[in-house]
Nanobody, 113 residues
Framework: VQLQASGGGLVQAGGSLRLSCRTS????????MNWYRQAPGKQRELVAT???????RYADSVKGRLTISRDNAKNTALLQMNSLQPEDTAMYYC????????WGQGTEVTVSS
């Protein structure tokens, strides 16, 4: 089982990025997928979730700015990030849990002011 995250980068405040998380070795369509982030010196926090039925949930801090989606044909979870702010700077990780937690390697997002 593997999760490969990509799409991070450096962007100015107000800009956008789209993160991708491609999975392999597992039936993606049955998974609830999560995106977490961890800023320097802070705990990892859950920012968005999408269920196998495509129901979504968001942390209050990102509602209206981040959108999680999934492409079952490509075994990929996506995180569209708009109106980015410096406080969104963090390492972003995709995740799912079945018998245990599975994590991608992280993709770094840096938002400059």
């Amino acid at each position: 089982v593997q999760l490969q995250a990509s799409g991070g980068g450096l962007v100015q405040a107000g800009g956008s990025l789209r993160l991708s998380c491609r999975t392999s070795g597992i039936r993606f369509e049955v998974l609830t997928m999560n995106w977490y982030r961890q800023a320097p010196g802070k705990q990892r926090e859950l920012v968005a979730t999408i269920t196998s039925e495509s129901r979504t949930r968001y942390a209050d801090s990102v509602k209206g700015r981040l959108t999680i989606s999934r492409d079952n044909a490509k075994n990929t979870a996506l995180l569209q990030m708009n109106s980015l702010q410096p406080e969104d700077t963090a390492m972003y990780y995709c995740n799912f849990m079945i018998d245990k937690n599975y994590w991608g390697q992280g993709t770094e997002v840096t938002v400059s002011s």
